[in-house]
Structures are given as C-alpha cells and as structure tokens.
T-cell receptor, first 114, second 115 residues
Framework: ETGVTQTPRHLVMGMTNKKSLKCEQH?????MYWYKQSAKKPLELMFV???????ENNSVPSRFSPECPNSSHLFLHLHTLQPEDSALYLC?????????????FGPGTRLLVL | AQSVTQLDSQVPVFEEAPVELRCNYS??????LFWYVQYPNQGLQLLLK??????LVKGINGFEAEFNKSQTSFHLRKPSVHISDTAEYFC?????????????FGTGTRLTIIP
C-alpha cells in the first residue's frame, strides 16, 4: 500500500464511450502524474500537475483530458479512444515536482479499448 | 535529452544466486538515478536512488546499486535472490536542470527466480 489509490482497476470501453480514471493520494503531496505503460515500451509521462496547476503535457492527444480539482485528486477523462490506447495507466505523486523526488505509484488502471 | 538503456529484457536466476541488472544512461548534465520495482498487478515502488555523495547506494530488500560516472552506469545488484524478488525492475534518470526534471524510464528487466 503506497498511499496512492486508483479506480477502476480494470476498464473495458468502446471507441465511442466516455469514461474517467480516478486517482487519490493520501500522502499530502503537492505533485501528481499520469503515466502510460505499454508492453515492451518505457513508461510514458503524460501529464504533470504541481499545486493543482498543469506543468507538463507531453504531446498527448486531446482524447485524453486531465483534471486536478485539488492536490489529493487527479482524473483522466477519456473519449473516443483508439485500440492503441489500451495500456496500464499509472498515477503517481511526489512531495514536490522535481527531479530529486521519489514518486509513489498507484496500482494502475488496466484499460482495454475495443 | 537524457535516455536510459536496460539491455536485458529478461533475467532468469536460480534462488540464492547473485544477480546484477544492468542500466546505462546518457546525459550531458549531472543526473539523479533511480531503480523502481513493479510486482505483478501493482504499481512501481522505489528500491533506491542516487542523488549525490557515496556512489554505492543501498536500498530495500537487500538491493544495492553503484553509480559509475565514467561508464555512465547504475547497475543493480543483490548477493542472494529470493523467490519474492520475481518482478520487473525499472531504471530511471532525471537531470539536474531546473525546468526539465522529469523522470525518464528504461524499458524494464523482468527478473525471474528459479526455485
């Protein structure tokens, strides 16, 4: 138990659906992250929030829309996804946003797009 | 931009044998280095990290790693592995450059312990 929870743990959706992934951290951290983990590829950083402001957006398609309503919660809204978006989506948090910081990861949401 | 190479995608090791998982990085500036472990159906967990100081870093579960600047390596070692060490191990690097300090991960090494 790392103090970072993600729901749902598994999600199957069609290409026309709209769904949201939720992440909650109970560690009092100021930075939160979304990563995409695909087989045989390095973790891809998607979004970074620091003090509820987006500080990084790594050229992610607009069909992924993040939301950070407060420092404890992070959402990833999904719409009109493609089959290649199937992956494990990991949320992480750290005390501050910076290269020295340890990131604490949630268990992930395994997404399958049909 | 920095990058990380983990040459071994899979490493099988007999129980109680030693193991070394290799990690090489490239960067034009000073770096911070990390090893994370991912057990089945879980997220990543920090094993150890190098920020500065002693080049030999000790982590959890009996793992250690040595930062070698001349060889740009940060190999992970354990003298005697256990079945519970079966997992995927990720090396990661960030650069000491304010404004561009994101973590860059390698592709991972799957460690399988053979009873």
């Amino acid at each position: 138990e790392t103090g970072v929870t993600q729901t749902p743990r598994h999600l199957v959706m069609g290409m026309t659906n709209k769904k949201s992934l939720k992440c909650e951290q109970h560690l009092g951290h100021n930075a939160m992250y979304w990563y995409k983990q695909s087989a045989k590829k390095p973790l891809e950083l998607m979004f970074v929030y620091s003090l509820e402001e987006r500080v990084e957006n790594n050229s992610v398609p607009s069909r992924f829309s993040p939301e950070c309503p407060n420092s404890s919660h992070l959402f990833l809204h999904l719409h009109t996804l493609q089959p290649e978006d199937s992956a494990l989506y990991l949320c992480a948090s750290s005390q501050e946003q910076g290269g020295r910081e340890t990131q604490y990861f949630g268990p992930g949401t395994r997404l399958l797009v049909l | 931009a920095q990058s990380v190479t983990q040459l071994d995608s899979q490493v099988p090791v007999f129980e109680e044998a030693p193991v070394e998982l290799r990690c090489n990085y490239s960067s034009s500036v000073s770096v911070y280095l990390f090893w994370y472990v991912q057990y089945p159906n879980q997220g990543l967990q920090l094993l150890l990290k190098y920020l500065s100081g002693s080049t030999l870093v000790k982590g959890i579960n009996g793992f250690e790693a040595e930062f070698n600047k001349s060889q740009t390596s940060f190999h992970l070692r354990k003298p005697s592995v256990h079945i519970s060490d079966t997992a995927e191990y990720f090396c990661a690097v960030s650069v000491q450059n304010f404004g561009n300090e994101k973590l860059t991960f390698g592709t991972g090494t799957r460690l399988t312990i053979i009873p």
